[in-house]
């Protein structure tokens, strides 16, 4: 599996946790991040917002957060 350069905390609650135990934890962590990061999974969790209209559209929205700042009067909103 391709290694993803990230920082994670994890957090253990009994000291007996094995090393073996620890790094299988962080290998499920990564696959669970690396599916979840998507940009189709991006889409369905935001919604573009652009004065009067609120859009779904994943071309749009992938097209809007390209750039690292909004366009004025658009509006990123996360559905949760």
Same mark, same amino acid.
């Given at each position: 599996?391709?290694?993803?350069?990230?920082? $994670? +905390?994890? &957090? &253990? @609650?009994?000291? %007996?946790? %094995?090393?073996?135990? +620890?790094?299988?934890?962080?290998?499920?962590?990564?696959? $669970? +991040?690396?599916?979840?990061?998507?940009? %189709?999974?991006?889409? $369905?969790?935001?919604?573009?917002? *652009?004065?009067?209209? =609120?859009?779904?559209? @994943?071309?749009? $929205?992938?097209?809007?957060?390209?750039?690292?700042?909004?366009?004025?009067?658009?509006? +990123? =909103?996360?559905? *949760?």
């Amino acid at each position: 599996m391709k290694q993803m350069n990230r920082e $994670i +905390l994890v &957090v &253990v @609650k009994y000291d %007996s946790v %094995s090393q073996a135990a +620890l790094e299988k934890e962080m290998e499920w962590l990564n696959e $669970i +991040l690396t599916t979840a990061e998507t940009p %189709s999974y991006f889409c $369905i969790a935001h919604e573009l917002v *652009n004065r009067n209209r =609120i859009t779904q559209n @994943k071309k749009k $929205i992938l097209t809007a957060v390209k750039h690292p700042d909004l366009k004025p009067f658009r509006f +990123l =909103i996360g559905k *949760n």
